[in-house]
């Protein structure tokens, strides 16, 4: 059974940094995305960050966060990262961790075909 548990949100000031953890536990198909989303009520979820977890797979950014959020993966760990630096309050919100895109392949970002999620992990920004 597959389950993604998400680490190290909270509350920071505007200019400040956080390190999001994902741990994959169980098996997931080899050669495959893994990915950041994020979610505030009442809109839907927005994709922030992806990655192709190949060899020099390539790592995929919405325009808004290009330059100050970097995802990375410790494949011996089986641990997804998000690190975020440099946020606004427009970063406010619940992130999620999602794996295994089974669809869409061209459009990482889209929510659409991820077959496993995380429940969360939530970061404000003030």
């Known amino acids: 059974q597959v389950q993604l548990v998400e680490s190290g949100g909270g509350s920071v000031q505007a200019g400040g940094s956080l390190r999001l953890s994902c741990v994959v536990t169980g098996h997931t198909a080899d050669q495959n995305f893994v990915a950041w989303f994020r979610q505030i009520p009442g809109k839907e979820r927005q994709g922030v960050a992806a990655l192709l977890v190949v060899l020099r797979g390539g790592a995929y950014y919405t325009d808004s966060v290009k330059g100050r959020f970097t995802i990375s993966q410790d494949s011996a760990k089986k641990t997804v990262f998000l690190q975020m630096n440099n946020l606004s309050p427009d970063d406010t919100g619940m992130y999620y961790c999602?794996?295994?895109?089974?669809?869409?392949?061209?459009?990482?970002?889209?929510?659409?075909?991820?077959?496993?999620w995380g429940r969360g992990t939530q970061v404000t920004v003030s």
């Open positions: 999602a794996a295994e895109k089974t669809d869409d392949w061209h459009l990482p970002l889209s929510s659409a075909g991820y077959k496993f």
